[in-house]
């Protein structure tokens, strides 16, 4: 069982920056692939990107590629989502995920999910 709880959500201007972490519980976080969704008024919830437990390979979304970036502290138990260069269309609830598997890019292959922190980005 992994418990995970999100922080570092809040209401940023249009181009500035802001750091996710994600806390998680349990001795085993260093065999968890660990990703980031989110989730827009109205919209369905979407992949953000992942950072995978075997290499530390990250993916991400067309959307935000070259603007966020993903890491993990293993000794913390704690994944981060740098985002940088914020814009309006990224407003939404950021969750972040666990999965067994090596490389995890659907939201079906996601065992463990938090609560979400909300991201606002004004114009």
């Known amino acids: 069982q992994v418990q995970l709880v999100e922080s570092g959500g809040g209401l940023v201007q249009a181009g500035d920056s802001l750091r996710l972490s994600c806390a998680a519980s349990g001795r085993t976080f260093s065999r968890y692939s660990m990703g980031w969704f989110r989730q827009a008024p109205g919209k369905e919830r979407e992949f953000v990107g992942t950072?995978?437990?075997?290499?530390?390979?990250?993916y991400y979304a067309d959307s935000v590629k070259g603007r966020f970036t993903i890491s993990r502290d293993n000794a913390k138990n704690t994944v981060y989502l740098q985002m940088n260069s914020l814009k309006p269309e990224d407003t939404a609830v950021y969750y972040c995920?666990?999965?067994?598997?090596?490389?995890?890019?659907?939201?079906?292959?996601?065992?463990?999910w938090g609560q979400g922190t909300q991201v606002t980005v004004s114009s």
């Open positions: 995920a666990a999965a067994g598997q090596a490389r995890p890019l659907l939201e079906y292959d996601y065992d463990y």
């Open positions: 950072i995978t437990w075997i290499t530390g390979s990250t």
